[in-house]
């Protein structure tokens, strides 16, 4: 079945019918991916989260006048934009960053009320897997969103990510997290090197104290409300566990 999708997946690459079929095309590969996993109603419900999220960051990206490429997604990996231009400075960049997340939040809260008032488990399970996987991407290391807005604060916070990664990775191992570790590596290295006082550091990654309090405030209160909403919501799945 790996090989039917990497093959599937190839073939998608080859093809130049534009924007709409690439997302269009892998949202239908993830969606069918994971259908033979976990029921082709919770598939389309989280491919939809993700694409949210993602669509959160395109919108920001637009706004900022950055060039960027349509959502695409892989099958147990995520989803992701391209940017074709690079931020200018860290202020856009935790501004993209940051909007992803957010919308990602609001569908999840979407999902969460909704169950509230139908009683639906598929939209309860939906909602702890926006409220999780957004709160996962806060993880303060680039390439994650945390990263990114973390940024705008210095890249040295990154360190921070290191041991939040490596205790995931011993609480629950998997190959995602040993990926993620994998493209975090250089980052983790760039904050280790991090030097201030270097022009080109001050170019991009010096921004107004108004903005580290203003993204900084935003960033905890995300987090915060996002351990809360998927713990709570985490227990309130007990019973299907069970």
């Known amino acids: 079945m790996m090989k039917l999708l990497l093959l599937l997946w190839s073939g998608?690459?080859?093809l130049?019918?534009?924007?709409?079929?690439?997302?269009?095309?892998?949202?239908?590969?993830?969606?069918?991916?994971?259908?033979?996993?976990?029921?082709?109603?919770?598939?389309?419900?989280?491919?939809?989260l993700l694409f949210v999220h993602e669509m959160g960051h395109y919108v920001a990206a637009r706004q900022r006048g950055l060039a960027v490429g349509a959502p695409a997604f892989i099958p147990f990996v995520g989803a992701w934009i391209q940017l074709k231009a690079l931020p200018h400075d860290a202020e856009t960049?935790?501004?993209?960053?940051?909007?992803?997340?957010?919308?990602?939040?609001v569908a999840a809260l979407a999902c969460y009320f909704a169950a509230r008032d139908t009683g639906s488990d598929l939209l309860l399970a939906l909602s702890y897997a926006g409220f999780f996987?957004?709160?996962?991407?806060l993880i303060p290391i680039s390439p994650l969103d945390g990263g990114?807005?973390?940024?705008?604060?210095?890249?040295?916070?990154?360190?921070?990510?290191?041991?939040v990664l490596a205790a995931l990775f011993f609480w629950s191992p998997s190959p995602i997290l040993i990926l993620v570790a994998?493209?975090?590596?250089?980052?983790?290295?760039?904050a280790f090197k991090y030097d201030p006082d270097l022009p080109e550091n001050q170019a991009y990654y010096g921004t107004s104290l108004e903005h580290?309090?203003?993204?900084?405030?935003?960033?905890?209160?995300?987090?915060?409300?996002?351990?809360?909403?998927?713990?709570?919501?985490?227990?309130?799945?007990?019973?299907l566990r069970g």
């Open 93 to 105: 960049e935790a501004y993209v960053g940051l909007a992803g997340p957010l919308a990602g939040t």
């Open 182 to 190: 994998v493209l975090a590596l250089p980052s983790a290295a760039r």
């Open 133 to 137: 996987i957004n709160l996962f991407n």
């Open 212 to 239: 580290k309090l203003s993204y900084g405030t935003a960033y905890l209160g995300l987090v915060a409300f996002l351990a809360i909403m998927a713990h709570d919501v985490h227990d309130m799945l007990s019973h």
């Open 16 to 48: 130049k019918f534009g924007k709409l079929l690439t997302t269009g095309g892998t949202m239908l590969l993830s969606v069918a991916a994971y259908a033979l996993v976990f029921g082709w109603r919770y598939a389309a419900g989280f491919v939809l």
């Open 148 to 163: 990114r807005i973390t940024a705008v604060l210095s890249p040295r916070v990154w360190l921070l990510g290191v041991p």
């Open 12 to 14: 998608l690459k080859f």
